[in-house]
Each structure stands twice: as C-alpha cells, then as structure tokens.
C-alpha cells in the first residue's frame, strides 16, 4: 500500500478548534495557528448528536443564501451542516493546497472566496461541521493520473453515461486523493469528514471496464477496506469517519454491485449515512403503492431493516452508527408514474420522515436539497424537543390513496349513412377518379 497517505505531506498535521476547546482563526491556513497532533484525541470527538442539512460550497461564499442557512441552525434544531470540500466536477470551495489538485489547477478558483470568514461564524455559532468529500468520482484527476483510473482494456480511461471518470476503489494508491483532502479539512477544523460517491460506478457500460488485477475482486470488501483505512488514519484527531450509502442497501442483502453490503461496511467506519429518499424507491416497496407520497412507512421500514440487520452483524470492531439523509425536496419526474398521488414536498413530508427515523430507534438525520432551500415549517424551534402536539399536521398519519380517474371513454365511430339499394329508379352516378398529388404524398413519412 502506499504509504505516502501518512507520511508525505500530511505528516505531522496539525489541527483547530476540533470542538475541544481550541480558538478558531479567522485564517484557517495559517501555519501556527494549530497545534501538533502529539496525543490521540479520540477521547475529545464530539458527540453531537446531529440533525443537519447539506451545505454547497457556493452557498457558504454567498452571504445572503448563508445568511438563511446559518439562521436555520440558530433558531431551529438544525445544529449541523454538511458542506462540500470538493463537489461533483472536483472544484474546491477553498483555495486547497491538497498537491493533486494543486498539480490540476482545481485550486485556481475556489467556489467561495468568503469561506474563511463565514467558517468563523460557524464555529461562532457552534455548528457542528461535517467535510463532504467527493471520492472516487473524479474526471479530472481520473484523467491526470490514468494509472490510478478505472479503464477500458486497452489502458484508456473509462467514463460512465454521464462522461466522468472514477478513480478506482479497488488500487490503494487511488486511496491517497480523498484522502489529503480529508486530512486538510482536519486540519481546517472539521468535526467529521463524510465519504460521498464512496463507491463503484453504476451507470455507463460496464461491462466493458477492465479492472485488470483486481478483476473480479469483491467490491463490497473494497468499500470496506478503504473506509476502515481512512477511519484508522483520521480517528487520532478526534473526529468521526462517515459514509454515504445507497438507500436501497437497507432491504436488498447485496451492495447493489457498487459495494455497499450493509454488514460488509458495519464496521468500516463511524457513521453509515443510507440515502434513503423515498422518491427512489420503486412503487410498492414495502407494501407501500406511493413511496414518495408516503414517507413514513417508507423511512421507518427501511431504517429498521437497517438497525435489525446491523444488530446482529458479527464483528469484533465499533459498529456504525446509522445517520440517514432525509428528502427535502420533490420529484416532478415521478408525475407520470404517480398520476394525481403525486405530492409535493412540504412539511408534511419532511417531519414524516424525520419522526419515522427516531421511530426506528435512531437519534440522528441529515436533510438533501441540491438547491439548499429547506423548509422550516418542518422543523422544531431552537430549545423544543418534544414534537407531540406541536405540528399542526400528524406526521405519522399514512397518505389516502386517490382512485386515478377512469380512462375517458374512446367514441365510438359515427356509422356511415345508409344508401339507398340499387334499383332501376336510382341509377348509381360514376365518381371521377381524383388523381394523387405527387408533391404532398410521402408513403415513406406520411404517416409522421
């Protein structure tokens, strides 16, 4: 394995304001501003128990959008925000100095100049900060450094339906990127580093990839592998290692061919973060016709599949807390399927969800809108913890089921009038023979 992951550059890394006491900086990349890393702070981790929402990187450099963001966790039970350290496309939202991205250019135009400044009215306010780290999907660096790519047999590099190219999971040499960017989030002060797109690629044709020595290693041990090593690496700073998995991993015993066999990974890593929005399930899961429409039952079953199953997973290491992203956003593209059950997302839907988890047996969730617009309506007011009674709504009542409309009837054909029969008395009249208009007359599209 490479090891320059804990030897190169990161070696003797030093970190702030890990909620342990130490002061924050205005200038989060300033040298002495941190203290050596000479002890494990394990035991100083924090223990927040997290109700949180996702965070872009351009949202936080924008004041009047993280303005609303940060007076949702002063004034609601919102305590946390997952904010994105490298996004899809692999930008950074802070001028990183991680040498990969660096080499690419991927610090030349960071997505918030501000950060530095509204990362201190984070930390003010005592929201507990979770680095979202874009993994494995990577076209740019997937691209500077082929060798370390999923491929095509001829050595070129592989990209999925969308045209990105992914890192390869399996090489641990390609395990060294995500992780300097967790470690310089560490360094910035994170309280958690969370792996996003941890995983294989799912879309695209795969069978034409060739994973060459690793052909037909097993994916889910991969994942597996990877988090554990990541875990093991940055637990001594006194931070959680959380993963992002699919939401349908809760009820299905494979990992969805991208490696996310739930047992596989209970123990890879603090957190266990399943996507389980009900807008991706398909009709009937559960018993439930409308998972969308029904997040309830939707949420409550699977998060509890999830905990029955973890439960008895054999390992002889700490088992992962399960933390699920909830849906605060609606799904227009699933209309067509739904008919007049289709719902829009409101509080109703949200604190659904939100009561279904804790129904479950667990005390953590996190909240997914792409747009950063989150409706406070379903949320309980900064210093209120009991929701009975509070929502002028039952969050547990199921959704009543609409009877779609009758198809409309097609009319029947109107019956060609009668003639007369042919008698004597009523001579039939020749009809001239219209001819065909050869301008007009296409027998090949005609019909379009």
């Given at each position: ?9 990161f070696?003797g ?5 890990l909620?342990?006491?130490?002061a924050?900086?205005?200038?989060p ?10 002890r ?9 128990k ?20 940060l007076?949702l ?7 946390a925000?997952?904010i ?11 001028p ?17 100049p501000?950060f530095?400044?509204n ?9 507990y900060?979770?680095a979202?780290?874009v ?7 997937a691209?500077a ?24 999971a399996y ?19 994170f ?5 996003d ?6 879309k ?8 060459k ?12 592998d990877?988090?554990?090593y990541a ?38 890593c603090?957190?266990?973060?399943p ?5 991706h399930?398909?009709?009937n ?12 039952p ?22 992962a807390l399960?933390?699920?992203?909830l ?5 227009p ?6 008919g ?14 939100i009561?279904?988890t ?10 997914w809108?792409a ?36 198809p ?6 109107t019956?060609e ?17 219209i001819?065909?208009n ?11």
């Open positions: 394995m490479n090891k320059k992951i804990v030897t190169g550059i070696a890394l030093l970190i702030t304001s909620s342990t006491g130490f924050a900086t205005s200038d990349f300033a040298d002495d501003a941190y203290l050596p890393v000479d494990n702070w394990k035991a100083f981790e924090n223990q927040t997290v109700k949180g929402i996702y965070v872009t990187g351009n949202a936080i450099g924008y004041n009047k959008k993280f303005d609303q963001l007076d966790a002063v004034t609601t039970e919102i305590n925000m997952i994105d350290v490298n996004n899809d496309s692999g930008h950074f939202t802070y990183t100095q991680v040498p990969m991205a660096v080499a690419e250019g991927l610090n030349n135009a960071p997505l918030s501000k530095s400044v990362w201190d009215r984070l930390k003010a306010e005592n929201v900060t979770v979202r780290v993994t494995f999907k990577n076209s740019r660096v691209e450094y082929p060798d370390l790519a999923i491929q095509y047999a001829d050595g070129s590099v592989w990209r999925d339906k969308d045209g990105n190219a992914w890192l390869n090489n641990p040499d390609a395990w060294e990127y995500p992780l300097d960017i967790a470690l310089e989030a560490v360094k910035m002060g309280d958690e580093i969370q792996f797109y941890v995983r294989f690629p799912d695209g044709k795969l069978d034409l990839i060739d994973y020595e690793y052909e037909g290693a097993d994916r889910n041990q991969a994942i597996a990877f988090l554990q875990t093991d690496v940055l637990s001594p700073y006194g931070v959680r290692v959380s993963a992002d998995i699919f939401g349908q991993v809760t009820i299905s015993r494979t990992g969805e061919g991208v490696g996310h066999q739930l047992e596989t990974l209970a123990d890879a603090d957190v266990l973060s996507m389980v929005y009900p807008s399930f398909y009709m899961t559960l018993g439930v016709k409308y998972p969308d429409s029904d997040p309830y939707i949420i409550y079953g699977t998060m509890t599949k999830a905990h029955d199953r973890i439960e008895v997973a054999e390992t002889s290491r700490k088992k399960m933390r699920p992203w849906q605060d956003f609606s799904a593209w699933i209309k067509r399927d739904y007049i059950n289709y719902v829009s997302y409101g509080p109703k839907q949200v604190r659904a969800q009561e279904a804790y129904d479950a047996g667990y005390e953590e969730w996190i909240l809108s747009s950063n617009n989150y409706t406070r309506e379903a949320l309980l007011p900064e210093g209120v913890t009991d929701s009975e009674g509070y929502f002028p709504f039952d969050p547990r009542a199921p959704y009543i089921i609409k009877k779609q409309p009758a409309k009837p097609v009319p029947e054909p019956p009038p009668e003639t007369a029969p042919e008698t004597e008395s009523a001579p039939q009249t020749e009809t001239p023979e001819p065909e050869p301008e007009t007359e296409n027998p090949e599209t005609g019909n379009e």
